[in-house]
T-cell receptor, first 114, second 115 residues
Framework: GNSVTQMEGPVTLSEEAFLTINCTYT??????LFWYVQYPGEGLQLLLK?????DKGSNKGFEATYRKETTSFHLEKGSVQVSDSAVYFC?????????????FGQGTELSVKP | ETGVTQSPTHLIKTRGQQVTLRCSSQ?????VSWYQQALGQGPQFIFQ???????GRGNFPPRFSGLQFPNYSSELNVNALELDDSALYLC??????????????FGPGTRLLVL
């Protein structure tokens, strides 16, 4: 079945460090890929998405490129801030015409220290 | 534009009881999905409603049921509560439910504790 695997956390970085959170997926067909962020005590917010191979999603300095050949969608940011501390979830959706149920990874907690 | 809202925010129940959680979808959205997020885990898909009909279901037992109303708001009902039902329940709405590429917009969740 379809699945998403993320690198385990927690990830602890100093402010202005470079961030990579790895995400790989297994899916039949051509899924859409998403990164969601969850701040403490809140629901999920869409961070970025990509809907076909080689697409790059970007938002708030975060980027991820849909790599079909490596079935990956790694999240990157060049310079993290304390306010980026949160849990990040990679997800896929692959059901056209029946609605897209999201399949999530287990989440990666990021802690950024001043 | 009003986002997705959920009620209540927190709830405490005992084993064997029944619970109803509510969700109002974002304006203009006709599809609602429900997810269960256990502590420290990613959300798990429960089911989705599109124009008042169930439109896909995850691996949850029949004691998890739902409804969608003509205004596209939705309820999640859980009967015979078990301790493992303790989780954050998330509702998400999307514009049309017919594209996997659509963004789902999440509410803040209802945190359920079963004692």
């Amino acid at each position: 079945g379809n699945s998403v695997t993320q690198m385990e956390g927690p990830v602890t970085l100093s402010e202005e460090a470079f961030l990579t959170i790895n995400c790989t997926y297994t899916a039949t067909g051509y899924p859409s890929l998403f990164w969601y962020v969850q701040y403490p005590g809140e629901g999920l917010q869409l961070l970025l998405k990509a809907t076909k191979a080689d697409d790059k999603g970007s938002n708030k300095g975060f980027e991820a490129t849909y790599r079909k050949e490596t079935t990956s969608f790694h999240l990157e940011k060049g310079s993290v801030q304390v306010s980026d501390s949160a849990v990040y979830f990679c997800a896929l959706s692959d059901r056209d015409n029946q609605g897209g149920k999201l399949i999530f990874g287990q989440g990666t907690e990021l802690s950024v220290k001043p | 534009e009003t986002g997705v809202t959920q009620s209540p925010t927190h709830l405490i129940k005992t084993r064997g009881q029944q619970v109803t959680l509510r969700c109002s979808s974002q304006s203009g959205h006709n599809t609602v999905s429900w997810y269960q997020q256990a502590l420290g885990q990613g959300p798990q898909f429960i089911f989705q409603y599109y124009r008042e009909e169930e439109n896909g279901r995850g691996n949850f037992p029949p004691r998890f049921s739902g409804l969608q109303f003509p205004n596209y708001s939705s309820e999640l009902n859980v009967n015979a509560l078990e301790l493992d039902d303790s989780a954050l329940y998330l509702c998400a709405s999307s514009p049309s439910g017919d594209r996997a590429s659509e963004t789902q917009y999440f509410g803040p969740g209802t945190r359920l504790l079963v004692l």
